[in-house]
């Protein structure tokens, strides 16, 4: 099993800045693919980025060049460096975990944490 718990949410002005941390704790972290996935109210939840051991990182092309995903192995964390937010990246973030490499598709995590809101304003 594995305990995933987000922190670092909150309000900001469009083109701020936040970051997202995940913590992970129950198996060998190395081994998890690490991911973001995001969902605004009234849709669905998308793939936002992901970070593998073995592996580039990867990003949603809406995010790209803005966001970028980080993992420090030795303190079973992963993170989420957010800038020039925009009010479209307004949402619940989920950090997300599984075997492996990372996927777009979030059926494939088995492991979630509980969501932290990041809200942007105009």
């Known amino acids: 099993q594995v305990q995933l718990v987000e922190s670092g949410g909150g309000l900001v002005q469009a083109g701020g800045s936040l970051r997202l941390s995940c913590a992970a704790s129950g198996r060998t972290f190395n081994n998890y693919a690490m991911v973001w996935f995001r969902q605004a109210p009234g849709k669905e939840r998308e793939f936002v980025a992901g970070?593998?051991?073995?592996?580039?990182?990867v990003y949603a092309d809406s995010v790209k060049g803005r966001f970028t995903i980080s993992r420090d192995n030795a303190k079973n964390t992963v993170s989420l460096q957010m800038n020039s937010l925009k009010p479209e990246d307004t949402a619940v973030y989920y950090c997300?975990?599984?075997?492996?490499?990372?996927?777009?598709?979030?059926?494939?995590?088995?492991?979630w944490g509980q969501g932290t809101q990041v809200t942007v304003s105009a």
């Open positions: 997300a975990a599984r075997l492996g490499i990372s996927t777009r598709n979030n059926v494939m995590y088995p492991y």
């Open positions: 970070i593998a051991w073995s592996a580039a990182p």
